[in-house]
């Protein structure tokens, strides 16, 4: 359980800053978007994905402490799609700093509030469990690993896992 949760749960959780920029990012880029669509390239969606890097390491930090300090730059996304009205889902790769030269992967479905600039749920896993990070930046691996990807995130050992709101697991 991350602090978030027990904001939410007693009804007083206040969003961050990173948070209220990703939601508003969210609403925008899915605005036009049927149910069960890709998204397609666009400054909005790039937008999105900076957001990410200020938002994930966040997340992450409050239940993973060894993430303090650790930031991203660059999360390339190999799908994504509208999930459900006001809800993305992403798997991709990000840069990480202070670790390895490119996580392996990164998957997260957002869910973002109907009214306000922030999200009713949000689950993200990053990283792999025991690959080493050189591994990573090597063109061949990260083509296998996009493929795989692209089939099942479940299929990955995922290092790194949080959640919180309505949806969380």
Known sequence: MSN???AVDHGCR???RAEEVFS???RAVLAPIVIGESIPSSSEFTDLLVALEYFIPEVIEEIHQEWKGIGLDGVV???AKKTAEREIEIIGFAYVFRREPWSPVVHLRARVSEFKDELSSFACRIGERGVAGDSQSRPPAIERKAALLALDAN???WAYAVAFGEDAD
């Open 4 to 6: 978030r949760d027990s």
């Open 24 to 26: 508003r990012q969210v």
């Open 77 to 79: 996304p190999i799908r």
């Open 14 to 16: 206040i969003p961050s």
């Open 155 to 157: 299929a990955i050992d």
